[in-house]
């Protein structure tokens, strides 16, 4: 007799993961008006980057952990970021810098995961073993990933938001920006260091995984007879 299927249905319905939908949800609509109403993209794409914070914490409340809702979360994060850098980069020349930053932001965590998976950890969040200060520091402390994290976000919104044109020169944009006194050019100035030490833990954090994807192999290699 053939072995009847666990149900899945409970575990799509876990609270964090419908507050995930609502994020992928808001999202859509954030994109949808991107052009023609900047602030209330501004708005909702932040307001959904901020639920990542309330899934977390329902399903830590609720006991409802899950595989498919981690994986979510960071699905959402990572392709919401990806249109946002996208979006930059039919605005600002050169174009590559933005492209350049989702590469290694996708690469990064593609390879962190993976590797994560190769040396059997719960978590990718799981770094004591790493030989990086910072690294250990960015998954160890709540409060300095979130600077890192909000910084970084914050800066694209704002970059979006002070583009007058639809194609901008980067460095007189943020220069002409940094000079003048106004909101956007104070949240422009306070995220660009935390958005620095987030693309500095990116390339740390894609080294790591190569790393731990190299090991493997050269483990694997030895086992054979």
Same mark, same amino acid.
């Given at each position: ?61 609720? =006991? %409802? ?5 981690? &994986? ?7 392709? *919401?970021?990806?249109? @946002? /850098? ?78 007058? =044109? %639809? ?5 007189? &944009? ?7 006194? *106004?909101?956007?050019? @104070? /949240? ?38």
């Amino acid at each position: 007799m053939a072995k009847q299927r666990p149900a899945t249905l409970s575990v799509y319905l876990y609270i964090p993961n419908i507050v995930g939908y609502t994020r992928v949800l808001l999202n859509c609509i954030a994109f949808s008006v991107c052009f023609s109403n900047k602030t209330l993209f501004s708005l909702l794409y932040f307001f959904s980057f901020c639920c990542d914070a309330v899934d977390g914490w329902c399903a830590r409340k609720f =006991n %409802q952990v899950s595989t498919f809702g981690a &994986v979510l979360d960071m699905v959402t994060d990572r392709v *919401s970021t990806a249109c @946002l /850098l996208v979006i930059l980069s039919q605005i600002y020349r050169p174009s590559l810098v933005f492209l350049s930053l989702l590469a290694l932001d996708i690469a990064s965590h593609w390879l962190q995961m993976y590797s994560t998976f190769l040396s059997g950890k719960a978590s990718h969040k799981d770094v004591k073993d790493s030989t990086s200060w910072l690294f250990r520091l960015y998954y160890g402390n709540p409060m300095f990933m979130g600077y890192c994290c909000v910084s970084c976000e914050v800066l694209y919104i704002t970059l979006l938001l002070i583009a007058k =044109n %639809q194609t901008e020169n980067l460095t007189s &944009v943020v220069v002409k920006s940094l000079m003048q006194i *106004s909101p956007l050019s @104070l /949240l422009l100035a306070l995220s660009i260091f935390g958005w620095s030490i987030k693309q500095i833990i990116n390339v740390i954090q894609m080294k790591t995984a190569a790393d731990v994807c190299v090991l493997y192999d050269i483990e694997k290699q030895h086992k054979k007879p």
